[in-house]
């Protein structure tokens, strides 16, 4: 059966695999020079930055001596562009507190409804607290996700202070004994300045709530946004530690090796990927299968 990430990825391999079949297709002959070529423009095309494409290609057909395949080397070198993503060792504290920033639109609050039903479904108690006080509709869209997920959701009046409710969900987590508490932010884009402060307010605020708090600070990214996404990534790693990405919307794109210049250029795990709207559509990123997909010749694979 068709894994989930390779059937998101599908928009971008229909991009990509056009391209790639022409060099290398059974029978095709090409030198390695217009294999090379045809590689860069192939990756190009799906949103992979030049620079990730140069280190990917550099002298690539010295890997590939020993019969080793041009694509087999792809795939390793592509393979090895993500940081170690070890599991975290011992019991999680609880409750495990995470925090997840990112622009608006980009996937956060339904990000956060996904990994919560999981969790529920696997028996855990949480709460979702919406520190996003500036749109009343983001605090309504988490409070329907709290109501499907089963746990508690906090809130407070428009406008409050973000951090406060932060501080509250950790508190109320923490007095409840809750297994984890998920606190969703706000991303206005246009006054940039005052959200990187709001975000290291919410951050240092939680650590005083509960000591080593937050335990995992995941930026969502929307895969449709390709290299902008990229450039908006650097503002946020600025304001506060991120330990990871979560990659929405990969369903939806053709620019999908947005993941390549991501690891190339973030040096961060991605953790999640989101490759539709409902809840087993949030799933965990395999890079090995993300670049067999990726170089895939087979559109209906
Ligand atoms: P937020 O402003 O960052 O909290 O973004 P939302 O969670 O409100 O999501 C914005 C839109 O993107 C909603 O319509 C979601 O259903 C949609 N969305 C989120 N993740 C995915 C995904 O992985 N695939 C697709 N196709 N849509 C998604």
């Given at each position: 059966m068709m894994g989930k990430l390779t059937a998101g990825l599908k928009k971008t391999r229909t991009a990509l695999s056009g391209r790639l079949r022409e060099v290398f297709?059974?029978?095709a002959a090409h030198d390695e020079e217009e294999t090379l070529e045809a590689l860069e423009e192939a990756l190009l095309l799906s949103d992979v930055g030049l620079g990730t494409i140069e280190k990917l290609l550099a002298r690539l057909s010295k890997d590939a001596r020993g019969g080793t395949s041009l694509v087999d080397a792809l795939k390793g070198r592509m393979t090895a562009l993500w940081p170690e993503n070890p599991a975290p060792e011992g019991p999680p504290p609880a409750p495990w507190v995470h925090l997840f920033i990112g622009v608006?639109?980009?996937g956060k609050t339904t990000t956060i409804g996904k990994l919560a039903a999981k969790r529920t479904a696997a028996g855990q108690s949480g709460l979702l607290g919406a520190a996003d006080t500036f749109r009343a509709a983001a605090a309504e869209q988490l409070e329907i996700w709290a109501e499907r997920a089963g746990t508690a959701f906090l809130r407070q009046r428009e406008g409050a202070d973000p951090a406060a409710v932060a501080f509250d969900s950790v508190q109320v987590g923490m007095s409840k004994r809750l297994d984890f508490v998920f606190v969703d932010t706000a991303g206005r884009l246009h006054v940039k300045h005052n959200l990187m402060a709001e975000l290291e307010k919410i951050y240092r605020v939680i650590g005083k709530a509960m000591?080593?708090?937050?335990h995992q600070v995941s930026l969502v990214l929307d895969a449709t946004t390709g290299q902008n996404g990229l450039s908006q990534a650097r503002r946020f790693l600025e304001a506060v530690p991120v330990s990871d990405l979560v990659l929405t919307k990969l369903d939806g794109t053709a620019k999908g090796g947005i993941a390549l210049s991501i690891a190339d250029e973030l040096?961060?795990?991605?953790r999640m990927v989101g490759v539709g709207e409902s809840v087993e559509d949030l799933i965990p990123f395999d890079p090995g299968e993300y670049v067999d997909a990726l170089l895939s010749l087979d559109n209906d694979a």
């Open positions: 297709a059974p029978g608006n639109g980009v000591e080593g708090a937050p040096q961060l795990p991605i």
